[in-house]
């Protein structure tokens, strides 16, 4: 009876103790395939142990991750913050949270979210927990949705201020008229010595002058009339190279990419070929006499998230104009106010205050959107949008 009660216990201690290795296996499979990263950390900071989601993350083998410190893998404009969550850590002894950038092994960058706690080991050391929760898809989304308000703001500004400069323009503009046509009508009758006659004359070139620059609100306003033609944009700009590096200048060289088979677009061809005259005349500023102006043409299907950066744009098939150089660039404060009127980038010419202004509203007005990119040191690119002309059915 003894031997049996024996044999009875051994095989429960052997049933028992398959069940903690396959609870044991199976937390470690759990452990191991756990969606966030989980590691343990010893005092100074040095990975004891971590799951394959760390491993993962990092680009690294598990099996190598013991014994390197964990800020190797936190970038190092971010480690301040990390010393600082893991000093109050340390200090309070409760669970602490940041935010902060990782590194991978290969040096690229990701975001996370990092949670720690401090708690003893079996031999009562202080050890920490690590929970690394990867962000990087949120940030983005975050970037964007930041980005879209930004663009949103600048086109209600943009808008806002054309009803303004147009409701202005529109009053001046009547104005004019009556002074143009009346000096007019003065040197008309005066003789070419007449004493005043100098005096008339210099107003009337002073109210063209002045009504020029209402035609350019009224276009940025939108409110300029327009006669749309059906054109193929790259006969259109080819007409136009010889000239647009003439004005660019010996020293600036235009390289032209037109793209095969472009789409045809409706535009008013006089307001494309001051558009087109007024992006090279800016880019031929900024380059300071000296440089590189590249135009290129292309086609392109824009969905409706690629839509909504754009100024709204309907998705569908699209002509794409680009006007580039490689000048000092734009910083930031000048590229979320380069369309304003009477904002004048730098190198730019005193008198060009509103040239991309009227390049803004002259686009919109013909159903299209232009998009600037730039950063300091690298070039600046205007990118124009029209929507692709489709024969009436």
């Given at each position: ?197 100098k005096d008339v004359s210099e107003s009337l070139t002073a109210a063209q002058k002045s009504a020029d620059m ?27 190279v010889k000239d647009l590096a003439l004005a660019a200048g010996k020293d600036i060289q235009l390289e032209w ?137």
């Amino acid at each position: 009876m003894h031997q049996i009660e024996l044999e009875l216990q051994n095989e429960e201690l052997r049933r028992v103790q398959a069940e903690l290795e396959a609870s044991r296996a199976n937390y470690f499979d759990l452990f191991d395939q756990a969606p966030v990263g989980y590691c343990t950390l010893s005092e100074p900071g040095q990975i004891l142990g971590a799951n394959q989601a760390v491993a993962s993350l990092v680009g690294m083998e598990k099996e190598d991750l013991a014994g390197w410190p964990i800020t190797r893998f936190i970038l190092p404009e971010d480690q301040d913050i990390y010393y600082l969550m893991r000093r109050r850590l340390l200090t309070a002894g409760l669970p602490q949270s940041c935010v902060l950038r990782m590194l991978r092994a290969d040096e690229i960058p990701f975001w996370v979210s990092l949670e720690e706690s401090a708690v003893e080991d079996v031999d009562g050391a202080l050890v920490s927990r690590l929970v690394i929760s990867d962000i990087s898809e949120l940030r983005r989304g975050e970037e964007e949705r930041a980005c879209l308000e930004q663009r949103i703001a600048e086109a209600r500004k943009l808008e806002s201020v054309g009803r303004l400069a147009g409701g202005v323009a529109h009053y001046i503009n009547n104005m004019m008229s009556a002074i143009i046509g009346y000096s007019g009508l003065a040197l008309s009758i005066l003789s070419s010595d007449d004493p005043v006659y100098k005096d008339v004359s210099e107003s009337l070139t002073a109210a063209q002058k002045s009504a020029d620059m209402v035609r350019q609100l009224l276009a940025f306003a939108q409110r300029q009339t327009v006669a749309p033609k059906v054109l193929d944009l790259n006969g259109t700009v080819a007409g136009m190279v010889k000239d647009l590096a003439l004005a660019a200048g010996k020293d600036i060289q235009l390289e032209w990419r037109p793209a095969a088979e472009l789409w045809p677009v409706k535009v008013d061809p006089v307001q494309f070929d001051q558009i087109l005259r007024t992006l090279c005349d800016h880019a031929r500023d900024t380059l300071g006499g000296r440089g590189r102006i590249a135009l290129e043409t292309g086609t392109l299907v824009l969905d409706k998230a690629q839509c909504a950066h754009l100024g709204g744009l309907e998705p569908g098939e699209y002509v794409r104009l680009c006007v580039s150089d490689d000048g000092p660039g734009l910083d930031a404060e000048a590229l979320h106010q380069v369309f304003e009127p009477f904002f004048a980038t730098k190198g730019a010419a005193p008198d060009s205050g509103l040239g991309l202004a009227m390049v803004y509203g002259a686009i919109r007005q013909n159903n299209g959107f232009i998009d600037v990119k730039s950063k300091a040191g690298e070039g600046t690119s205007f990118t124009i949008y029209l929507p692709r002309h489709l024969p009436e059915a």
